[in-house]
């Protein structure tokens, strides 16, 4: 039996930072993120900053909005892969 890889950041990490990045690809403030999700705007900055656990429904609400599916949001090195998980619902 081979010993797993354990990940180089928390989940918690990795959906702060595929979020900022997505969000940044997309020239969207933290602000408009938020409206467009119907979030405040410090809730979107401190699930950026990994001060946040967020609910399944939260992180649901944020991959549509920003176009992925949802496992991209947690998903190692999402900002060196050549194209996050397109949503397939849409």
Do not use: F, W
């Amino acid at each position: 039996m081979t010993k797993q890889q354990k990940p180089s950041k928390s989940a918690r990490q990795r959906l702060a930072a595929n979020i900022r990045y997505l969000r940044s690809q997309q020239k969207l403030s933290q602000e408009a993120l938020a409206d467009l999700v119907g979030l405040h705007r410090t809730y979107v900055g401190s699930v950026e900053r990994s001060e946040r656990n967020v609910s399944l429904d939260n992180v649901e609400r944020l991959a549509a909005t920003l176009g992925v599916d949802i496992t991209a949001l947690l998903a190692e090195d999402l900002a060196n892969k050549p194209n996050p998980a397109p949503d397939s619902r849409t």
